[in-house]
């Protein structure tokens, strides 16, 4: 999405602490500049999920993320065994707080299947 210009920006859902206490986005994003290059790096934004539990949490954590950042379209990205059920709770909470985002919904085989994709999007083209 990146490279193709169909995205200024990606984020990803991160917990704010890893088990040794180290914050996570800081060490996501220098792996992404090293592995990627610091132009992809600087275009990415890490939302902060920490303590949940399910994906209704976690869509009412990422529309407070969503709604700070004013974002007015979203790409949602999950397994396909999941992406209705996701995609359900995700329209039900978005509107709450922002009524006029977007919420397309990518569907992916299965979990390895989402990792290649999310590789796809970020890997800096050679």
Request: aromatic content about 6%; glycine content about 6%; charged content about 25%.
């Amino acid at each position: 999405m990146l490279q193709r210009g169909s995205a200024e920006r990606v984020a990803f859902s991160v917990t704010k602490e890893s088990y040794w206490g180290e914050e996570i986005a800081p060490i996501a994003r220098n792996y992404i500049e090293t592995s990627y290059g610091g132009d992809l790096a600087s275009r990415l934004e890490f939302c902060e999920t920490s303590g949940v539990s399910s994906t209704d949490q976690e869509a009412e954590a990422l529309s407070a993320c969503i709604q700070e950042h004013r974002w007015k379209t979203i790409a949602l990205v999950t397994s396909n065994g999941h992406s209705r059920r996701a995609g359900l709770i995700w329209r039900q909470t978005l509107p709450k707080r922002e009524p006029s985002i977007q919420l397309p919904v990518d569907r992916v085989a299965d979990p390895g299947e989402m990792l290649k994709k999310l590789d796809a999007l970020t890997h800096k083209q050679q």
